[in-house]
């Protein structure tokens, strides 16, 4: 199993695609919190000419706002999510599938590598993958708030998220479910561009589809129809590509924090599983 995984290592560290979604990754974060940069300066503008500068309680206008654009909430901004699972999704499709698309895969296998081994080389490193740069882009964007926004008209370093620690390990978590779930796609399709097609569109077209049915049921079931909504809403709230798409927020209660938690440990542990059955069944065929 070791020799497995630093041979794939070495073969991931040589592959120019790791870097290619790396440095996208990192362009998208320099590129947001200039952005936000600039819809910071235009909204402080906007108070001083036009809103005054105080409230009624004294404090200043622009520090109300300025809280959306701090170091904390630029690490937590949702966007950085959405990059995260495109790129992934690209990733994974590239990685799982390159051994069997060039039929290199038996000649790893000529090695005397189980296919045991070659599963979990894979998983555990694109797992490595997701993690790092997923750290990475929440480094470089509270970092890259701290250098742009110390600039500007208040002092964005004292700023504060509560539980900002704990949000930040929840979107860890909701990126490794959402991973896991493309490296089992991956693993059913085999194939690189259907592989990477289906990672795209596959996590979103279920949303659609969930808020189709549901509103049908709404439509045309019967009780309360705020039920209904309440209940379609708490389950869309649950499906994996949604927890990733700012499941965890800064404005949810201990519980549904938790919730959300087991929920992403739920789709690790059932897509991890349902990727070793499928190549099992692989095993068996071959």
């Known amino acids: 199993m070791g020799n497995m995984l630093r041979f794939e290592l070495r073969r991931l560290l040589k592959k120019p695609s790791f870097y290619v979604c790396l440095g996208l990754c990192m362009a998208f974060v320099l590129l947001t919190v200039i952005a936000s940069k600039m819809s910071f300066d235009s909204m402080a503008d906007y108070y001083r000419r036009y809103a005054g500068e105080f409230d009624d309680s004294g404090t200043t206008l622009v520090e109300q ?18 990059i ?3 790129v992934l999704a690209v990733f994974s499709g590239i990685f799982v599938c390159e051994d069997r698309v060039r039929g290199t895969i038996k000649n790893i296998y000529a090695r005397g590598y189980s296919r045991t081994s070659v599963f979990f080389a894979k998983y555990i490193l694109t797992t490595a993958v997701a993690l790092t740069l997923s750290v990475l882009m929440t ?31 929840g979107n860890l978590l909701s990126i490794l479910a959402v991973n896991t779930f493309y490296f089992m796609l991956s693993e059913l399709i085999g194939t690189t561009g259907f592989s990477i097609a289906a990672n795209i569109f596959a996590p979103g077209f279920i949303s659609t589809a969930f808020s189709v049915l549901f509103g049908l049921i709404m439509l045309f079931g019967q009780g309360d129809s705020y039920e209904h909504y309440q209940w379609v809403s708490k389950v869309m709230e649950y499906w994996i590509y949604n927890l990733a798409m700012g499941g965890f927020s800064v404005n949810m209660e201990l519980g549904d924090y938790i919730g959300h938690l087991i929920a992403c440990a739920v789709y690790i542990a059932g897509f991890g599983v349902l990727s070793w059955v499928i190549v099992r069944k692989k095993e068996v065929k071959n």
């Open 65 to 82: 706002f300025a809280e959306q654009f701090s170091p904390e909430m630029l690490a937590l901004n949702a966007s950085g999510n959405y």
């Open 84 to 86: 995260m699972v495109i």
């Open 139 to 169: 480094l470089a964007s509270y970092l890259s708030g701290v250098l742009i926004f110390a600039t500007s008209g208040f002092n964005a370093a004292p700023i504060h998220v509560k539980g900002f620690a704990l949000l930040i390990l």
